[in-house]
Each structure stands twice: as C-alpha cells, then as structure tokens.
C-alpha cells in the first residue's frame, strides 16, 4: 500500500528545487516512478512530499548539436523515448540497441534516463553504455550548476554524488569516433541483468586501432576497464582469436575485467562464476563488434 | 494527508469521459477497479513484472498497479474492457478464444491489451519480435506457444 504524501508539480528547474530545499528529507524527486513507487510501495522509503518533475516543460527533450556531435537527453526522456527516436536510432546506435532491451515495455514506457542513474541500483544497463560513450550529466541545485561525468557520478549501489536538493538535467553524450563498432551483452535470469557488458572497437587494416570497455550489473557500480583496453589495443584480429597465445591475452583482460568490476556474490550469482561469465562475453562481444 | 490534496482529473477510459476527485497515491488500478468497476486489469505481482494490470494510457502499456491514477489525466485509457465493440469482439480476442491463448484467463486482458500496442506499432511482427516484445507478460497455464499463435492469428485477421 501506498502511503498518502502531497504532490507538488513545479514547471520550472529553480521551483523544483526551492520545493525540494524547503522540505528536505521529507520530500523526494518523482520521475517515472518505476523504482521509487515500488520503494514506497514496499515500505522501503517514505515520503510526505513527491516532486513530479516531468511537469518541467522540455526536461524530456532529445537533441543533437551537428556541430558539437553531442546528444543532449533531457533527465525525463523514457526508455522507451531513447528506444524509438530515429535521431538515437541513426547516430547513437549502441543507445537504442542496448534501451530496446532494458526491463519490459511497461517500464521503458514510464521509467526515465534520470531516474535509472539517480537510483544507481547495480542491475542496470544505462550506465555501461553512457561509459563507453565518455558521457556526463548535469545537475542543478541550491549551490548552482556542476557536471561530472557519469564514471564520477555513479558512486555504488544507490549512491551518488547527487546532494539532495540537486537535480539531474541533462546527460550529454558525445558521439563514438567514425568507423566504430559495438556490441552489448545482456545476460541473466532474473528480472533485471546479471551482467552487462559493452563494447565499442574500431578495426583498422586488420589490426584493433581502438576498443573501449565498460561492464556493469556484475558488481558495485558500472566501470571502464581502461587497463584491458590499453592491453587490447593494437592487438591483429588474427592474434586475438583461436589460438592459444589469443586466449591466453583475453584471459588476461578477462581478469582485469573482473578486477574493476569486483563482482559480488548475490542471488545473480556467486563472484567466481560472474567473472567466468566476463572472460567468456569478452570473447563473445569482441567477436561481435569486430567481424563483419 | 488531509482532503486539500485532492485532485480533480478528467481523462477517457474506453471511450467514455470521467471527471473524478482523487487523491495523489491513489493508483491507476484502484482507480479502475474500485472506482469505475472496470474489473478486467488484475493485480498480481505488484511489481511491474507480470503484466496482468496493463493498461494503455493513450495507446502504450502502462503497469497500473504501479502506475499513480492522477498521470492518466487528460489521456485516452483502454482497458480490456473497451476493446469489444458492442457485441463485436476485437480481432485479438476472436484470435485467443480460436486458438485458445488462454486457460484460467487472469493474464488474458494484460495479453491482449500488450500484443495491440504492438500490433497498433507493428502490424506484421516477426516471432521474434512478438517474443521479444511480449517478454514482460507472463503466463502460468498456457506455455505460451499458444499465445504467440494467437498473437500471429489476429495480426493476420486485422490485415483484413
Ligand atoms: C520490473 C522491472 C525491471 C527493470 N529492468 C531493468 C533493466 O533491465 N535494466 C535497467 O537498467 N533498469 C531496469 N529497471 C529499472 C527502471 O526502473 C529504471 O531503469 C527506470 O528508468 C527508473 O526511472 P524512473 O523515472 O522510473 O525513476 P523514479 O522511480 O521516478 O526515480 C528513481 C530515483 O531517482 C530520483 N530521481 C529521478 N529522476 C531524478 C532527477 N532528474 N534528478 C534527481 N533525482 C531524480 C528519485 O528521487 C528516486 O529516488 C527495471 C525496473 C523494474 C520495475
Ligand atoms: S500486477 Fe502489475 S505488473 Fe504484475
Ligand atoms: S491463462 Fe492462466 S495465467 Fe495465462
């Protein structure tokens, strides 16, 4: 049951934030409310005073600057907005691919962008593919405006660097370098994923010219591995798969992987399985982002 | 909190227009259950995993049992209830009754209302995607082979 609390819906980001500053604890930002509703629900968290922020005109809004080569997503933007706009379609391929998988259409249809970093819960997807693009978010607040990359404002499970009466505005993402290719790895049984793990490389005259990294869901929170993709680069595709000196470098990106990623033991899974798992997509996601 | 938070809304469900005073946390499916007898979205898991309570909120699936009644404002809500047109049922439902897509029935409406959405986007999904799609919607009699082949029936049907 759903506890009563008063509603307030400011149509501006400077309101939304005096709203939050005056009542503090006692009042929550709602988005989507695909997580916190649930929360309330269950009698995890409890608030007096919901936010609706996505009475906000334009804090929804999706745009590409030609010239910067950045996506802007406005914080309220759904899955589901992300999934079907041929803008994030045609020049942010990794975004649709990887939304059109998150949860169930229900929850892509009401769940926000802003809402999945802000709650930070580990079994997400976003967070892998905002790494592997470098991008950042904005926040607004009492204090004035900051950006911090996604890597830095990611903390750990349900943990950010998000103060209280902060806002999350936009999160912009640069594009990936021409020629580049990605993959993204699902895996799980559950609800939510066991593991995430994404890829973006760029193959030139036969050789690895550039790879990027990220693994999320396995641990703590979403990571680059940035001392495997340094191992990786410059690798020949021919070195990198079928042999055993091959398999003996993915091994050892396979750990490095499983070292920044600190897989944890839960009911997803024991550590030492999660990061067999991580050797195996590895594999699997390299193979997929570097053959035609 | 007190009745100076309540909030007058006006919306359509099934065609038909409702003005109503509601309070904040009140949820889409209490509303349709308990307030408008509309009895066809079910509660289950209550946690926007099973999709017994789907509804469309202009057109796209919604969980109403996590889904706060007051954000149906202004919008065109069909439940299962809806889709028959008078005596005349909807291609979908002819589909799952000729086909039988369903067993105890309590998944049906959410079925149903699930695969329009995707038929409304997609007339001629492929069995991928009506899997894909329908991944949210769960089952616990029919194996689902039956549903997929009902699902493809209708889409069938409704080319005309
Ligand atoms: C059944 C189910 C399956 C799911 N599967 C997946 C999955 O496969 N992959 C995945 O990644 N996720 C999954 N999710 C999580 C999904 O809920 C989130 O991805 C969703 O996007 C959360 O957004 P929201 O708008 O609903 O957040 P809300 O519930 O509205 O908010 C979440 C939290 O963030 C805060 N908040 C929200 N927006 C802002 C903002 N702009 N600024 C500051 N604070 C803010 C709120 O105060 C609240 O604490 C699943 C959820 C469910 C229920
Ligand atoms: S009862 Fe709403 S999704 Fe299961
Ligand atoms: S027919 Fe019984 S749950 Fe689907």
């Known amino acids: 049951m759903l506890k009563p609390f008063q509603l307030h819906e400011p149509t501006t980001v400077e309101e939304a934030i005096s709203v939050l500053g005056k009542f503090g604890d006692?009042?929550?930002?709602?988005?989507?409310?695909?997580?916190?509703?649930?929360?309330?629900?269950?009698?995890?968290?409890?608030?007096?005073?919901?936010?609706?922020?996505?009475?906000?005109?334009?804090?929804?809004?999706?745009?590409?600057?030609?010239?910067?080569?950045?996506?802007?997503?406005?914080?309220?933007?759904?899955?589901?907005?992300?999934?079907?706009?041929?803008?994030?379609?045609?020049?942010?391929?990794?975004?649709?691919?990887v939304e059109h998988r998150v949860a169930n259409v229900r929850v892509r249809n009401v769940g926000t962008l802003g809402g999945n970093l802000c709650f930070a819960e580990p079994h997400s997807d976003?967070?892998?593919?905002?790494?592997?693009?470098?991008?950042?978010?904005?926040?607004?607040?009492?204090?004035?405006?900051?950006?911090?990359?996604?890597?830095?404002?990611?903390?750990?499970?349900?943990?950010?660097?998000?103060?209280?009466?902060?806002?999350?505005t936009t999160i912009e993402v640069p594009r990936l370098p021409e020629g580049s290719r990605h993959a993204y790895i699902k895996f799980g049984y559950h609800e939510r994923p066991s593991l995430g793990l994404g890829l973006v490389a760029r193959v030139d005259n036969g050789t690895l010219a550039d790879i990027r990294i990220a693994v999320g869901s396995v641990g703590p929170k979403p990571v680059r591995v940035r001392n495997a993709e340094e191992r990786l680069r410059g690798a020949s595709l021919a070195d990198l798969f079928g042999n055993t000196q091959s398999s003996a470098l993915l091994d050892?990106?396979?750990?490095?992987?499983?070292?920044?990623?600190?897989?944890?033991?839960?009911?997803?899974?024991?550590?030492?399985?999660?990061?067999?798992?991580?050797?195996?997509?590895?594999?699997?996601?390299?193979?997929?982002?570097?053959?035609? | 909190m007190s009745e100076d938070h309540r909030l007058q809304i006006s919306f359509v469900v099934n065609g038909r227009p409702v003005d109503t005073e509601i309070e904040p946390h009140l949820l889409l499916l209490d509303l349709l259950r308990d307030k408008l007898a509309l009895k066809g979205a079910k509660r289950s898991c209550d946690m926007q995993v099973c999709g017994a309570c789907t509804v469309l909120v202009d057109g796209n699936p919604v969980s109403s049992c996590t889904y706060l009644a007051f954000e149906a404002r202004g919008t065109d809500v069909t439940t299962i209830e809806g889709l028959a047109d008078g005596e005349k049922l909807h291609p979908l439902m002819e589909a799952f009754i000729d086909n039988a897509?369903?067993?105890?029935?309590?998944?049906?409406?959410?079925?149903?209302?699930?695969?329009?959405?995707?038929?409304?986007?997609?007339?001629?999904?492929?069995?991928?995607?009506?899997?894909e799609y329908m991944r949210g919607n769960l089952c616990r009699c029919t194996g689902y082979k039956k549903i997929l082949e009902s699902i493809e029936d209708a889409a069938q049907r409704m080319q005309g």
């Open chain 1, 26 to 97: 006692d009042a929550s930002v709602y988005a989507g409310g695909t997580e916190l509703l649930l929360a309330m629900k269950e009698g995890l968290l409890s608030y007096d005073h919901l936010v609706n922020i996505k009475a906000i005109p334009g804090l929804d809004v999706v745009d590409y600057d030609e010239s910067t080569g950045v996506l802007t997503v406005g914080a309220t933007a759904t899955h589901r907005a992300l999934e079907y706009s041929p803008l994030v379609g045609e020049k942010f391929s990794l975004i649709s691919d």
């Open chain 2, 101 to 131: 897509g369903l067993q105890c029935g309590f998944c049906t409406p959410g079925m149903i209302l699930a695969a329009k959405s995707l038929l409304d986007l997609n007339p001629r999904p492929s069995v991928e995607e009506v899997k």
């Open chain 1, 252 to 292: 050892e990106a396979g750990r490095m992987m499983a070292e920044a990623a600190e897989p944890v033991t839960d009911l997803h899974g024991s550590a030492e399985y999660k990061e067999h798992l991580l050797r195996v997509f590895l594999e699997e996601a390299l193979e997929e982002a570097t053959r035609g």
């Open chain 1, 126 to 168: 976003p967070g892998v593919f905002l790494l592997l693009y470098d991008a950042e978010v904005e926040l607004v607040g009492s204090g004035g405006a900051r950006k911090q990359s996604v890597e830095d404002f990611i903390l750990g499970p349900y943990e950010t660097t998000r103060e209280p009466d902060e806002l999350l």
